[in-house]
């Protein structure tokens, strides 16, 4: 061990720059704690060591609940896109998912720019070597010797934690771009007995612009009318590019299936558990072998680099393998690779010892973000990075900490599911993980969390101002909505014939013609002659509370029964030995999980409704 020497004192330490460390480290500092961050490398801080993109299919949901809670990455993600499209338009407003090309590099830069600003946040480069605890202190040391006493410490360490990276028969220590590993810190978290694991994600290659034949490729264009993450930002964002589709053929799968004996995923080599949602392309092949081709995006990483980057294919297999079957695809016959495509393995903690607050049991004081925690995506990690600086600041000044409902947001169904389910492979946000995906629309983000924001105080008045505009402007237009009868006209029901919908015989209210399937607020303009000229995104929530009214009324009784029994809190110091009947399988789950209330403990996988009926008999008898 390096010798120590007494460093400057902190109130909250972020170890790790990336997606969940920034966040971290900017909601701690701007709650008034002093923090500092410490990471590998100050010029990767927000990398994206992945796919050079923020939000798609419930990850924008998650991106806008960020903004609506004061975080950052909305902001910095409209600031540097390169292409906007919302994804999921032919299904219902539910799942409507925006998703953002991103300057790979402009990003990383905006995000160092914001915490150097920031106030109350001191930014180190500084590899942490050694993590322990002193009497109720933290003390993080790092690997010149400085020992940082600190009363709270998130630990948001991606995938450097104990990194090795797969090319093919070739392995070898290292974080993610040829980044050093956090080795020393790994053996250290062991020593404090954290239940760690092995995790492992890939990425593609990265390949030369010029040597693609774009000819033979299918364009993807943006949205004419591009939306932003952040309620804040006032221009839209501009498509400065378009991306690409190609697909793999039976030579590809061939040339694959050739070597697959020399990927380190098949040859045993890797024991880290990889993405289930995100495979790699070997793992397609093997997994999916009925399928004819499979689709891979080509995009670029930024208006000022020739480098693109091929979105599903990642892939272990030997450099010359890869170029071989990338070789085999239309469009790429003679790609040149710029960066090879690699898996990278992991250390990470089972999420069943973190409580919802993020605070590892067991270890006042320590929380766990992003990766570290067993999921994967910027996303999820800045989600968890935010909530993690909250508390961790919470912890710091004796508040309650912030736990959020499942009703409320997806954040707070994925920090429920990490802490109360767990994960057997990196956790993937998706609209299908939660119940109430009709009231967690990522256009009602801000209804749904900004009054949590500000009472925090990470949205400023101003935001907040705006916010309760759109709010009331939103319910006046509904009210005016319902009060609004349409008379039956020649031009109206030949509109209603066109649409595949009955004509009027009676007046009838307008609210009631946007509830019928074919019909929408949007064509029914021409015939509303009071309509206020409201921006689109209010226009949008009107039509969707108005169409679905029936399906969000019958869901928000579900989310009350769930709030209910939430209130129910489970005693500390229970012994679910004492309670009879439960069975042998939910008495050690229970245990195990330790659930705050009736709410978490219902969904843990092992435990039924009867289980929890029994514990509800146990609790009333107490």
């Known amino acids: 061990m390096t010798p120590k020497y007494k460093a400057e004192n902190y109130e909250v330490a972020v170890i790790g720059g990336g997606h969940a460390g920034v966040e971290a480290a900017l909601a701690a500092a701007r709650l008034g704690c002093k923090t500092v961050m410490f990471t590998i490398s100050l010029d990767w801080v927000g990398n994206m060591p992945c796919n050079p993109s923020i939000g798609g299919t419930a990850k924008g949901h998650l991106?806008?609940?960020?903004?609506?809670?004061?975080?950052e990455m909305g902001k910095a993600a409209d600031a540097t896109t390169l292409q906007s499209r919302m994804l999921n338009r032919g299904k219902g407003p539910a799942v409507y998912s925006l998703r953002a090309q991103i300057d790979r590099r402009a990003y990383s830069g905006y995000m160092k720019h914001a915490v150097e600003l920031q106030e109350n946040l001191d930014i180190k480069q500084a590899e942490i070597v050694g993590l322990e605890n002193t009497d109720g202190v933290w003390h993080c040391i790092t690997k010149l010797g400085a020992d940082h006493e600190c009363k709270t410490v998130v630990i948001a360490t991606g995938t450097f934690l104990g990194g090795r990276v797969y090319v093919g028969e070739v392995n070898y220590e290292s974080g993610p771009d040829g980044n050093f590993p956090a080795t020393e810190l790994a053996k250290s978290l062991k020593k404090l007995n954290l239940p760690l694991r092995r995790f492992k994600t890939g990425t593609p290659a990265r390949v030369l612009k010029d040597s693609i034949d774009f000819s033979e490729l299918e364009v993807q264009e943006g949205d004419d009318v591009t939306v932003p993450f952040s309620y804040s930002t006032k221009n839209q964002p501009q498509n400065k590019v378009v991306c690409h589709i190609s697909y793999t053929n039976d030579r590809t799968k061939e040339v694959i299936l050739e070597n697959l004996h020399r990927s380190p995923l098949y040859a045993g080599v890797i024991e880290g558990v990889g993405p289930r949602y995100c495979p790699s392309i070997e793992d397609k092949i093997v997994r999916f072998a009925d399928k004819q081709r499979h689709q891979l995006f080509i995009e670029p990483c930024g208006e000022n680099t020739e480098e693109m980057y091929l979105q599903g294919m990642s892939s272990s297999l030997p450099e010359e393998v890869q170029l071989k079957f990338y070789h085999t695809i239309k469009g790429l016959e003679n790609v040149k690779i710029?960066?090879?495509?690699y898996a990278i393995e992991y250390d990470c903690i089972n999420p069943i010892a973190l409580d919802a607050s993020l605070e590892i049991k067991g270890h006042s004081g320590l929380f766990g973000a992003g990766q570290f925690n067993g999921s994967s995506g910027y996303e999820e990690a800045?989600?968890?990075?935010l909530i993690a600086g909250i508390n961790a600041a919470k912890k710091v000044k004796g508040e309650e900490p912030l736990i959020l409902s499942r009703s409320s947001s997806y954040i707070g169904t994925l920090i429920d599911d990490l802490v109360t389910k767990g994960c057997s492979d990196p956790y993937r946000m998706m609209t299908s993980r939660s119940?109430?995906?009709l009231l967690l629309r990522q256009d009602n983000a801000d209804e749904r969390l900004m009054p949590t924001g500000y009472k925090i105080g990470l949205i400023s008045d101003s935001e907040y101002?705006?916010?309760?505009?759109r709010v009331k402007l939103k319910e006046e237009e509904i009210k005016r909505v319902k009060s609004v009868f349409l008379a039956p006209s020649d031009e109206l029901n030949n509109l209603l014939i066109e649409k595949g919908t009955a004509p009027l015989t009676t007046g009838t209210r307008l609210s009631d013609l946007i509830k019928r399937p074919q019909l929408d607020y949007k064509c029914?303009?021409?015939?509303?002659?009071?309509?206020p000229n409201l921006l689109d995104d209010i226009c949008e929530r009107v039509e969707t509370e108005i169409k679905y009214e029936g399906y969000i009324t019958r869901q928000q009784a579900q989310v009350n029964e769930m709030l209910r029994l939430e209130k129910k809190t489970i005693p500390k110091g229970i012994n679910y030995d004492d309670v009879y009947g439960l069975r042998l399988e939910a008495r050690e789950k229970l245990k195990k999980v330790n659930p705050a209330n009736i709410g978490q403990a219902s969904r843990i996988s092992g435990v039924s409704p009867s289980d929890i009926s029994v514990l509800l008999i146990?609790?009333?008898?107490?």
């Open 618 to 622: 146990y609790l009333k008898s107490e």
């Open 465 to 469: 101002s705006e916010f309760t505009e």
């Open 63 to 71: 991106v806008r609940e960020l903004d609506a809670l004061g975080g």
């Open 338 to 341: 710029m960066r090879n495509a």
């Open 382 to 385: 800045a989600a968890q990075g």
């Open 435 to 437: 119940e109430y995906r």
């Open 524 to 531: 029914l303009a021409p015939f509303d002659k009071s309509r």
